[in-house]
């Protein structure tokens, strides 16, 4: 089945203490992003790659670093969590080359995470 | 840079009643547009999109949407919902000739009363 996987689902953690959230995805996407989503914010974007080794921040990247040596894993890494990063947080990926083809996104399940 | 609107943030109606959830959009290029539904406690899902040809795309579910240029448009629409269809629908713009990086809407809450 093609899909994006996303882990952990729930997610607590304690301020200042180093994490990582997993996303993979199997359909030989070029392009994945990172979004967090908040009550009345929408979805707004933290970064994104266009393909392997090249990412580029979006909309909100402070506090977020992510890295692209595969095609197919995208992870975000919060080097010092902070409880303004409790969030609710989505992988997407599209086969978009920018040759005037847009599928869409495929998003993954989502990512609760909360910082205490 | 491309923008969306989508109007309402909350749209109540009753079972079998028709909807329609309002996104317009602001770009100085081509777009594309999408309408996604995101169920809860899920991921959001492709509901349909417009890239070029009929203004008139059906999508999944019995939805469907029409790309009004002229009034910078996209609007969802339902002939008859069901109470299955209470959910958050996002409208997307991108934009075409570079990274087709979207923009999302603040989301439209449907809630769909028996």
């Known amino acids: 089945e093609a899909q994006v996987t996303q882990n952990p689902r729930y997610l607590i953690t304690v301020t200042g203490k180093k994490l990582t959230v997993t996303c993979s995805q199997n359909?030989?996407?070029?392009?994945m992003s990172w979004y967090r989503q908040d009550p009345g914010l929408g979805l707004r974007q933290i970064y994104y790659?266009?393909?392997?080794?090249?990412?580029d921040k979006g909309d909100v990247p402070e506090g977020y670093k992510v890295s692209r040596k595969e095609k197919r894993n995208f992870p975000l890494i919060l080097e010092s969590p902070s409880p303004n990063q409790t969030s609710l947080y989505f992988c997407?990926?599209?086969?978009?080359?920018?040759?005037?083809?847009?599928?869409?996104?495929?998003f993954g399940s989502g990512t609760r995470l909360t910082v205490v | 840079a491309q923008s969306v609107t989508q109007l309402d943030s909350q749209v109540p109606v009753f079972e079998e009643a028709p909807v329609e959830l309002r996104c317009n959009y602001s770009?100085?290029?081509?777009?594309?547009l999408f309408w996604y539904v995101q169920y809860p406690n899920q991921g959001l899902q492709l509901l349909l999109k417009?890239?070029?040809?009929?203004?008139l795309v059906k999508g999944i579910n019995g939805f469907e949407a029409e790309f009004n240029k002229s009034q910078t448009s996209f609007h969802l629409r339902k002939p008859s919902v069901h109470i299955s269809d209470t959910a958050e629908y996002f409208c997307?713009?991108?934009?075409?000739?570079?990274?087709?990086?979207?923009?999302f809407g603040r989301g439209t809450s449907l809630i769909v009363h028996p």
């Open positions: 997407a990926s599209n086969p978009t080359r920018g040759q005037g083809e847009n599928y869409g996104y495929t």
């Open positions: 359909m030989n996407h070029e392009y």
């Open positions: 790659s266009m393909n392997v080794e090249v990412t």
């Open positions: 770009s100085s290029v081509s777009v594309y």
């Open positions: 417009y890239l070029s040809g009929s203004t």
């Open positions: 997307a713009v991108s934009t075409s000739g570079g990274s087709y990086i979207p923009t």
